[in-house]
């Protein structure tokens, strides 16, 4: 037996060359990773527009059908800012329209101001445990300008099943897939203790009262998408919130169930603004600075070629389109205050309180587009 020669013996790897092998690696995944990071954002971004998409196809057709904008009561009947007594959100307020489920009855000092929609909201609310076996969700909203109060009453398991309209039973106009709706999509949604460090809202729990009963239209990150439809063509694009009783060509009742929410969604994200917190929330968020919402929603909703005024306390101009709807993107929170436009010289977002008469830009519509917000709109 002969044995191996010494010379094609080949020696092990030094600690130098696999120290080298392993940082190769490393940089190797984080390129990788980055790249699918990537990969996925544009893919969910592409499923967010396609949800828009068909929810835009849908209110569409409402409207070519009906000659009106889908929402079973007047924006005006929403709640102007967050509370117990929301209810319901201007995004389902539209979805009820174009899915069923709901009856509504408007009425006057106590009198049913149209006999068939009482008599058919009786009747729904009546029959839902007997058919059903799932007691609805009844509430009240209120028109205080018309003195208007609207009895609204929901049938959960009669979501999709179309809308009744005039008294006809109609197809649905949207027929989301089950992973663009979501139910209880809030938390910690409360009023903070002046005293406290914590999130908003009693003990941090998810609020399970009334309006999160009423599903939502989420985008691919699981967090909702808000509507905002366009009531008349002329006036102010909005007004602020001291100035409600004007007539606005958008009106931002039912938005604060997002908006003022510390968590929300299934990315549990900040939307709500505390104006010690310069970085954190919305910039669209409840609680934002004097002006900061209006201002931004100014820009969203806006024509990019009108000009903004705010000579007598409105914001002027001509609306973009005859809806929008916001998806608040990767990052999961509206316009957010820690993204967007930056300061040219440092880098850092411009702060909170960067508004008109503060700023050379407060015409510039194009510091939109430096959020990662989907925003898509239709309509005339």
């Known amino acids: 037996m002969t044995r191996p020669s010494r010379g094609h013996v080949r020696s092990a790897f030094t600690l130098v060359e696999i120290l080298v092998v392993i940082a190769l690696i490393g940089v190797l995944a984080g390129i990788l990773l980055v790249a699918v990071g990537g990969a996925t954002t544009a893919a969910k971004t592409v499923r967010t527009k396609a949800t828009m998409e068909s929810l835009s196809a849908a209110?569409?057709?409402?409207?070519?059908?009906?000659?009106?904008?889908?929402?079973?009561?007047?924006?005006?009947?929403?709640?102007?800012?967050?509370?117990?007594?929301?209810?319901?959100?201007?995004t389902q307020n539209i979805l009820l329209h174009l899915m069923g489920g709901a009856r509504v009855s408007p009425m006057n000092d106590g009198v049913p101001l149209n006999a068939a929609m009482e008599a058919e909201y009786n009747r729904f609310k009546n029959a839902a445990m007997g058919e059903d076996g799932v007691a609805p969700l009844s509430f009240t909203l209120n028109d205080a300008a018309h003195d208007i109060t609207y009895q609204v009453v929901v049938r959960t398991p009669r979501i999709g099943e179309g809308p009744w309209i005039n008294g006809s039973d109609y197809a649905p106009y949207l027929s989301p897939k089950e992973s663009e709706l979501i139910e209880q999509w809030t938390w910690g949604y409360g009023d903070q203790s002046s005293n406290s460090d914590l999130p908003d809202g009693p003990d941090n729990q998810a609020v399970t009262a009334g309006f999160t009963a009423l599903p939502d239209l989420v985008d691919a990150w699981g967090q909702p998408i808000i509507v905002l439809k366009r009531e008349r063509d002329s006036g102010p694009v909005l007004v602020p919130t001291s100035n409600l009783d004007d007539l606005p060509q958008f009106r931002i009742?039912?938005?604060?169930?997002?908006?003022?929410?510390?968590?929300?969604?299934?990315?549990?994200?900040?939307?709500?603004?505390?104006?010690?917190?310069?970085?954190?929330?919305?910039?669209?968020?409840?609680?934002?600075?004097?002006?900061?919402?209006?201002?931004?929603?100014?820009?969203?909703?806006?024509?990019?070629?009108?000009?903004?005024?705010?000579?007598?306390?409105?914001?002027?101009?001509?609306?973009?389109?005859?809806?929008?709807?916001?998806?608040?993107?990767?990052?999961?929170?509206?316009?957010?205050?820690?993204?967007?436009?930056?300061?040219?010289?440092?880098?850092?977002?411009?702060?909170?309180?960067?508004?008109?008469?503060n700023s050379t830009d407060h015409d510039d519509h194009s510091r939109l587009k430096d959020f990662d917000d989907v925003v898509m709109y239709g309509g005339s």
């Open 59 to 90: 209110i569409d057709s409402f409207v070519l059908e009906h000659g009106a904008m889908p929402g079973v009561v007047p924006v005006a009947a929403l709640q102007p800012s967050g509370s117990a007594g929301s209810w319901m959100t201007s």
């Open 253 to 357: 009742n039912g938005i604060d169930r997002y908006l003022g929410a510390t968590t929300l969604g299934k990315m549990q994200s900040r939307q709500r603004c505390r104006l010690a917190e310069n970085a954190r929330g919305s910039r669209i968020g409840e609680g934002s600075g004097e002006l900061e919402r209006e201002y931004w929603l100014y820009l969203l909703l806006s024509h990019p070629a009108m000009r903004w005024d705010w000579s007598n306390g409105d914001c002027e101009g001509t609306g973009r389109a005859g809806y929008v709807m916001i998806s608040p993107g990767p990052d999961g929170t509206f316009l957010a205050r820690y993204d967007g436009p930056r300061d040219d010289t440092t880098g850092v977002p411009i702060p909170a309180d960067d508004f008109p008469g």
